[in-house]
């Protein structure tokens, strides 16, 4: 009785995360306008670019090769460059390195057909202990919280997504402004224009009237 009352509950459990749209941990609802793209990376088979590839393809997101047809009319995600910097958070009594501080930063761009391209900054850090008595351990940890940063960063260039989509959707209602504004000054410039060349002809005419010198001839 008690485990199908477990059973139970567990059923109700899920039901419940998925009436509420639960979402798996570390994935980003993309838009659809970046749901395909193609991406390149500076070191395309890197553990970075891996965990990149992994969090997109997590998001729902279609990767296509540059080979692909449609490649010249989808926007591109571009992995540009990653450091690594180690700095000593504190020290031991007797001055050795007690904490230290790993930090990744990674750059990127997000390129979109005819339009602008947009930079990504990444920066992730991480705080962890040295023992100097470990050091299989320390180093194996060293490992782990490595690909830690590379998954942080990863979800966090994704997320990044939803910031480029609103950047292009502003641009792109700032474009169609400036058109609006520009056909609306052509549009006066030209009436003017007009004017203009009318004041010219009559003034001709003026200046082409016989005199009443003439007149008397």
Same mark, same amino acid.
């Given at each position: 009785?008690?485990?199908?009352?477990?059973?139970?509950?567990?059923?109700?459990?899920?039901?419940?995360?998925?009436?509420?749209?639960?979402?798996?941990?570390?994935?980003?609802?993309?838009?659809?306008?970046?749901?395909?793209?193609?991406?390149? #990376?500076?070191?395309?088979?890197?553990?970075?670019?891996? *965990?990149?590839?992994? $969090? &997109?393809? +997590?998001?729902?997101?279609?990767? !296509?090769?540059?080979?692909?047809?449609?490649?010249?009319?989808?926007?591109?995600?571009?992995?540009?460059?990653?450091?690594?910097?180690? #700095?000593?958070?504190?020290?031991?009594?007797?001055?050795? *390195?007690?904490?230290? $501080? &790993?930090? +990744?930063?990674?750059?990127?761009? !997000?390129?979109?057909?005819?339009?602008?391209?947009?930079?990504?900054?990444?920066?992730?850090?991480?705080?962890?202990?040295?023992?100097?008595?470990?050091?299989?351990?320390?180093?194996?940890?060293?490992?782990?919280?490595? $690909?830690?940063?590379?998954?942080?960063?990863?979800?966090?260039?994704?997320?990044?997504?939803?910031?480029?989509?609103?950047?292009?959707?502003?641009?792109?209602?700032?474009?169609?402004?400036?058109?609006?504004?520009?056909?609306?000054?052509?549009?006066?410039?030209?009436?003017?224009?007009?004017?203009?060349?009318?004041?010219?002809?009559?003034?001709?005419?003026?200046?082409?009237?016989?005199?009443?010198?003439?007149?008397?001839?």
């Amino acid at each position: 009785m008690r485990h199908r009352t477990i059973a139970l509950l567990l059923g109700l459990a899920v039901l419940v995360t998925a009436g509420c749209g639960f979402h798996l941990r570390g994935t980003t609802k993309v838009p659809n306008e970046l749901k395909t793209l193609t991406f390149s #990376s500076y070191d395309p088979y890197g553990p970075l670019t891996r *965990a990149v590839r992994a $969090q &997109l393809r +997590l998001s729902d997101v279609t990767i !296509v090769k540059d080979k692909d047809p449609r490649a010249k009319t989808l926007p591109s995600l571009r992995l540009t460059s990653s450091m690594e910097d180690r #700095s000593t958070v504190s020290v031991f009594q007797d001055g050795k *390195a007690a904490e230290y $501080q &790993l930090v +990744l930063e990674v750059e990127a761009q !997000v390129l979109t057909p005819g339009k602008d391209i947009f930079p990504i900054r990444i920066r992730v850090f991480r705080s962890f202990f040295d023992n100097p008595l470990t050091a299989l351990a320390k180093d194996n940890e060293n490992d782990i919280i490595r $690909q830690e940063l590379r998954e942080q960063a990863a979800q966090q260039l994704v997320r990044k997504l939803l910031a480029v989509h609103a950047a292009v959707e502003a641009n792109g209602a700032v474009d169609a402004t400036l058109q609006k504004t520009a056909r609306a000054n052509a549009v006066t410039g030209a009436k003017g224009t007009t004017a203009t060349n009318t004041d010219g002809a009559a003034g001709i005419e003026v200046i082409q009237t016989p005199t009443s010198a003439t007149e008397e001839q």
